[in-house]
């Protein structure tokens, strides 16, 4: 399947465009029409939720939001056609997430993990 700019454009809840799918990958893990419009909707959602998490200190809101996110990785994975795995998700990109992005970028994928303790979403909250 031949994929179009319009086609791997993510847009989201405003309709603004804010990334792009990987077209190589696309066409790599043979993603079907259905899955792309899958793979578009649920970067929509997560972009609503990203958002909501710039909007908000609520520690109990973040959290939740971050669950969500989960949520929503673990089925981007599945409808990439990859294995449903948590080692893989990029959870210290997230907004008010204060844990180290490079720590963690280069353990991706070990299952290891570096926290920062006074981080509202992941750390002890002391
Ligand atoms: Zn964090």
Known sequence: MKFTVDDITLVDHNGKARSYLNKSLLEKQNITTGG???????????????DAMEETDDVNLLKFFDNCITLIDFELQET??????SKF??????PKCRCPVMDNLDRLGTGYHIINGSCPIHGGNE
């Open 89 to 94: 998700h990029r959870w210290f990109e997230l």
């Open 80 to 85: 990439w056609g990859f294995e449903k795995d």
């Open 36 to 50: 792309l419009d899958k793979l578009k909707e649920l970067h929509t959602k997560r972009y609503r939720l990203v």
